[in-house]
């Protein structure tokens, strides 16, 4: 398998795979990219519109980016399909992450250049590095909204049994 990718490329990909969806087409994916996380995100006007990913790969990441920005705008629970006239307004990014490292201590969690995955019993969150750039949240308000996005309370990060994963990511958007 070919492990290089180009931002450009992923982009582009993602764009066709939504105008793919509206026309019916079907297409040969190369294997390519290697195995990476990654996550497809929509915005429309600056406003999350949509966005799904995987923490670690689960086949090659076109063909990964392919399926995800399908998803993103058909299956995220938090947003209607994406309609057709839509198309032309939303905006697609494409973040590649790194692979996962266990902390043992929030001192090593560095806002703004670390995603954070928290897990606390069956639950789990994730935010990808730039949601504090854009927020301009504090570590402590990352955190928290973290433990309410997983659906546990403001302060669950403070948890002993509370288990956190960092990672990278690298973006590529249209814009």
């Known amino acids: 398998m070919d492990t290089s990718y180009d931002g450009r490329e992923l982009v582009a990909l993602a764009r066709e795979s939504l105008e793919d969806h509206f026309l019916g087409r079907s297409r040969q994916l190369p294997d390519k990219g290697g195995m990476h996380g990654a996550f497809v995100t929509l915005e429309e006007d600056g406003a999350l519109r949509g966005c799904i990913g995987y923490m670690q790969g689960v086949e090659s990441l076109y063909r990964q980016v392919y ?78 909204a973290l433990s309410r996005k997983a659906g546990l309370p403001p302060d669950a990060w403070k948890s002993p049994d509370a288990l956190f994963q960092t990672f990278t990511s690298e973006v590529f958007s249209e814009v």
């Open 67 to 144: 399926t995800l920005a399908r998803e993103a705008a058909f299956s995220d629970w938090r947003f209607p399909p994406l309609g057709e006239d839509e198309l032309a307004k939303v905006t697609v990014k494409v973040s590649v992450l790194s692979a996962m490292e266990t902390i043992g201590s929030l001192d090593d969690f560095v806002l703004g250049r670390d995603g954070i995955l928290m897990t606390l019993g069956s639950r789990r969150a994730v935010f990808l590095p730039e949601v504090a750039l854009e927020t301009g949240w504090s570590k402590e308000e990352e955190l928290a």
